[in-house]
T-cell receptor, first 112, second 117 residues
Framework: SQQGEEDPQALSIQEGENATMNCSYK?????LQWYRQNSGRGLVHLIL?????REKHSGRLRVTLDTSKKSSSLLITASRAADTASYFC????????????FGKGITLSVRP | GAVVSQHPSWVICKSGTSVKIECRSL??????MFWYRQFPKQSLMLMAT?????????EQGVEKDKFLINHASLTLSTLTVTSAHPEDSSFYIC?????????????FGSGTQLSVL
């Protein structure tokens, strides 16, 4: 069953703008992860935030986690056309060796 | 970073035939690998967890005899779609965890697009 639910389902922005994607989940988690998928390809891990963390940065990525609201957001700053892809949040309920539950994904289109 | 190789990247087969998909961890050992199925513009649906040296753990609703999983070594897991039918047409993706690291993030293969005629 899917736990993560992202919104919006699709997002179209101009190059240079910021893109904000949200994810909500239902049960307690050990960590939450964001992945990116280019069309017809596998997923690539972007960033992981643990349940005791509130914010994390990696390059142009900023992820926040609000465990009280069971939600996370992924911000991509100064977007580029190459950021065009699908983005998935995934929740990990119990840490190492457990399975991840993926959301439905957000399709991001960055217009040059 | 860790690399997972999945082969083939696409396959077309006739209804009733069997198709084998390989998933290899190239530069690390993976005691656990995961197999997913993905329909167009949808999320990944976990099919099964492949455990090296033991039986795979299948998710509810996934037929064990239909989707055979073998994880004979620490670097190779295979998924065989037996007696494939058009409804089995989908994008199949494998993933693995690198036991050397924090063991939390997944490394994915590039996927296999299966089309059953």
């Amino acid at each position: 069953s899917q736990q993560g639910e992202e919104d919006p389902q699709a997002l179209s922005i101009q190059e240079g703008e910021n893109a904000t994607m949200n994810c909500s989940y239902k049960t307690s988690i050990n960590n939450l992860q964001w992945y990116r998928q280019n069309s017809g390809r596998g997923l690539v891990h972007l960033i992981l935030i643990r349940s005791n963390e509130r914010e994390k940065h990696s390059g142009r990525l900023r992820v926040t986690l609000d465990t009280s609201k069971k939600s996370s957001s992924l911000l991509i700053t100064a977007s580029r056309a190459a950021d065009t892809a699908s983005y998935f949040c995934a929740t990990d309920a119990s840490g190492a060796n457990s399975k991840l539950t993926f959301g439905k994904g957000i399709t991001l289109s960055v217009r040059p | 970073g860790a690399v997972v190789s999945q082969h083939p990247s696409w396959v077309i087969c006739k209804s009733g035939t069997s198709v084998k998909i390989e998933c290899r961890s190239l530069d690390f050992q993976a005691t656990t690998m995961f197999w997913y199925r993905q329909f167009p513009k949808q999320s990944l649906m976990l099919m099964a967890t492949s455990n090296e040296g033991s039986k795979a753990t299948y998710e509810q609703g996934v037929e064990k005899d239909k989707f055979l999983i073998n994880h004979a070594s620490l670097t190779l897991s295979t998924l065989t779609v037996t007696s494939a039918h058009p409804e089995d047409s989908s994008f199949y993706i494998c993933s693995a965890r690198d036991v050397r690291g924090s063991n939390e993030k997944l490394f994915f293969g590039s996927g296999t697009q299966l089309s059953v005629l």
